[in-house]
């Protein structure tokens, strides 16, 4: 099971870059792990921390002043390799979504996989966002799965995102693609017994 996601309303953590990468996202020398575990803490690992282990000040997962569980990053988020485990530090350090005006489609695909919702948004709704959590760190977003809809609460403006149904039902249910069979093993019994 994952974390069902129906409306959520938090402030954003804002990573403007563009082109982040999921060597970025999580270091290669952290993927000798099998299980889920542990992978939060190493998310952005080479921004967050210098080469004694020291936290790097200006980077924004070590500024108190931003917090929630939405990642507002840059165009082209999440390129390069496929590893999941870069859905996995995400989902590990607590973001529920990551909303990008473009996202690398395996990495999309992971992170729906993974119970983090990417939401897609146009360059100008992009834009006015990080000038709004720059103006105000405790500025939110709320995002409406059932609507497909994300509103930036300091404007009021709002925007529509597509998401694959199938995928959209699983978040709302807090499905995995296991959970979501097990939920139809009633409906396929009952088609097995007729069909004999």
Known sequence: ?????????????PLPQENVDTDQIIPARFLKA?????????????????????????FVL???????????A????????????AAWAIA?????VVVSSFFADIFKNNALNNGVLPVVVSDSFLA??????????KSTVTIDLPN??????????SEHFEINPYKKNCLL????????????KRDIEDWEEKHQ
């Not at 099971?1 to 953590?13: F, G, P």
């Not at 809809?149 to 403006?157: E, F, L, M, P, Q």
């Open 128 to 137: 006015d966002l990080f000038s709004h959590i720059q103006s105000d760190p």
């Open 1 to 13: 099971m994952i974390q069902k996601i129906d409306i959520i309303t938090s402030s954003c953590i």
């Open 92 to 96: 590990g350090y607590g973001l529920r």
């Open 34 to 58: 099998v299980s889920r575990e542990g992978f939060g803490e190493n998310l952005f690992r080479d921004w967050r921390y210098d080469k004694t282990g020291q936290p790097i000040a200006d």
């Open 74 to 85: 840059g165009k082209n988020f999440g390129s390069g390799s496929s590893r999941e485990h």
């Open 148 to 157: 497909q809809t994300i509103t930036d609460n300091a404007s009021g403006a």
């Open 173 to 184: 249910n807090g499905y995995d693609d296991i959970d979501y069979l097990l939920s139809k």
């Open 62 to 72: 070590n500024n108190p002043q931003y917090s929630g569980t939405v990642l507002v």
